[in-house]
């Protein structure tokens, strides 16, 4: 059995925290559980849309049997009820835990400083009762800043990896948690599309939104045979993943829904796009800029009927 189905999804609305684009210092209002200021926990509105996007996921069929989070506390928090609602209808223990993996973390451009990283494993399990301290992740993306190219071959290299494992543990359908220029970057390296428009919104990233991509085919992932090389470590180059011009990692996925927030009671939120800027720069602004706007466009997105009674979103 190999992996049939990949639903993705952005965390949910965050609190927030900004960024001297000077030095290199990230500060936030409100102190994180992790004590990383880059690493926010949900403002109050992004946890009951956490629990709206659980209620969703119980539904979706092929069923979700792994679940893969980018090791920021907001990602593993928007998980979390899912994973708690699932658990015990489950016998299989691989579905009661969530994987941290690096490769699908927060992208913080190539500004010359060094670039946050997520807590270690051990305090996130003391955090999280269901995140996995075991899971090993397979590539992590470089302190000393990132590309937009780097971004997207750092998240193709990771899927790649991921849909290598669940093909090997013959799961149908997985569901990972990530952020903005991630989703997008998954988004492109899975149906093989890089447009000549970087800034085009052919993704929508929106909080708690869903995205399904269904496998084309049987699905073969570049490498069987060991013809991948393997991520060497810490500022090492990022294998080569055979993706673009429409091949795609794993064979190659075709959308079946791109920023799907119709069980959401407040609609689309927070949506963003490239902006083609790759490093925090803020001409005739002050030092600070605020993390979403600081390396792209923030999209307002469509509201629904309901969302003037949603919760607040402070």
């Known amino acids: 059995m190999s992996l049939e189905v990949i639903y993705v999804t952005r965390h949910g609305f965050r609190s927030n925290w900004v ?10 209002s409100i102190p994180s559980p992790t004590g990383i200021p880059s ?7 992004g946890v009951e849309q956490s629990h709206e996007l659980a209620a969703h996921l119980q539904t979706l069929s092929p069923p979700i049997q792994r679940f893969y989070t980018s090791p920021f506390y907001r990602c593993i928090q928007t ?3 899912t994973v708690e609602a699932l658990a015990p209808t489950t016998s299989d223990p691989e579905t009661q835990k969530i994987r941290g993996e690096n490769g699908l973390g927060e992208w913080y451009g190539t500004a010359r400083f060094d670039h946050p990283s997520p807590a270690e494993p051990k305090l996130l399990k ?3 009762g269901r995140y996995d301290e075991e899971y090993k992740p397979v590539i992590r993306p470089s302190v000393n800043g990132e590309s937009i190219t780097d971004l997207h071959n ?3 290299y ?7 494992q669940s093909d090997r543990e013959g799961v149908k359908a997985i569901v990972i948690c990530t952020h903005a220029a991630t989703l997008i970057a998954i988004g492109r390296a899975l149906t093989g599309r890089m447009p000549v428009d970087i800034e085009e919104e052919d993704f929508r990233p929106f909080t708690c939104g869903l995205s399904t991509f269904v496998r084309k085919g049987k699905g073969k992932t570049q490498g069987e045979g060991g013809e991948m090389e393997e991520w060497k470590g810490p500022e090492s180059e990022i294998p080569f993943v055979l993706w673009r011009e429409g091949k795609g990692v794993g064979g190659g996925w075709s959308v079946e829904g791109s920023g799907d927030c119709s069980f959401l009671s407040g609609g689309e939120e927070r949506g963003w796009r490239f902006s083609g800027d790759e490093s925090f720069t803020a001409p005739g602004q002050g030092a600070a800029l605020d993390a979403g706007s600081g390396l792209g466009v923030v999209i307002k997105g469509k509201k629904s009927s309901a969302a003037s009674l949603s919760p607040s979103r402070l």
């Open 19 to 28: 960024v001297d684009h000077r030095t290199g210092e990230y500060t936030t």
């Open 39 to 45: 690493d926010p926990a949900l403002a109050g509105y």
């Open 79 to 81: 998980l979390s009820p």
């Open 126 to 128: 003391s955090l999280f």
């Open 154 to 156: 750092r998240t193709a």
């Open 158 to 164: 990771a899927l790649h990896r991921i849909i290598e």
